[in-house]
């Protein structure tokens, strides 16, 4: 299937960008044509459009190419799901873990596909409250559940390498749908997720 696999790059868009790239490298003051550098503009662009597919991809789609009906009632629970993303406000990376929590209504979706969406919705520019936002409302939207929960963990390159320099901060978004609303629910699955939650 077309999401499985990275497409081919586009060759305008590679062509464009890695020119761009050429001058923000001089602009830096480096010799673009030293023997090192002299693919990294085209490397570059790879990335970005690699780090940035997700733009393309539509995770409705994906959850609804594996949905099957089944009578399990009980929370479903995907945790330690690596993230890498990149902030929008300094196009640095950040990264982490998300915990993903649905109690069926029916149906249950492939496991596979709830990180196959994060990575979707990681890989645009973003801020973790709207990467962990748009998670939760296309498995509300796509799956219907009786209740789903997302928690995100990450540490922002933007805050390590540069501006407040701080090593070992990591930020926390959550948000809790339908049954995940009620107290004990919640509890049950931070509990469920880690410790430190309880
Ligand atoms: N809420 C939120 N903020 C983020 C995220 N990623 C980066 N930021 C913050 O975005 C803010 C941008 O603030 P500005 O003051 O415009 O940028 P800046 O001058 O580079 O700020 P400093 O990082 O404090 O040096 C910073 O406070 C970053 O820490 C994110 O995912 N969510
Ligand atoms: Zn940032």
Known sequence: MAYQHFEEYNLKVTEDVKER???IIEDLGEDVTREGLLKTPERASKAMQFLTQGYNQDAAEILKSAMFKESYNEMV???DIEVYSLCEHHI??????????YIPNGQIVGLSKLPRIVD????????QERLTQQILDCINDTLEPQGVAVVIEASHMCMMMRGVQKQNSVTTTSGFRGQF???ETRN???????NKFS
């Not at 640095?92 to 929590?101: D, T, V």
């Not at 049950?188 to 880690?194: P, V």
Request: charged content about 25%.
């Open 188 to 194: 049950e699955f931070l509990k469920l997720i880690s």
């Open 21 to 23: 790239y050429k001058s």
């Open 92 to 101: 640095l990376p950040f990264f982490g873990k998300a915990h993903i929590a």
């Open 120 to 127: 979707v919705f990681a890989r645009r520019l973003q801020v």
């Open 181 to 183: 609303e009620k107290i």
């Open 77 to 79: 629970i995907v945790k």
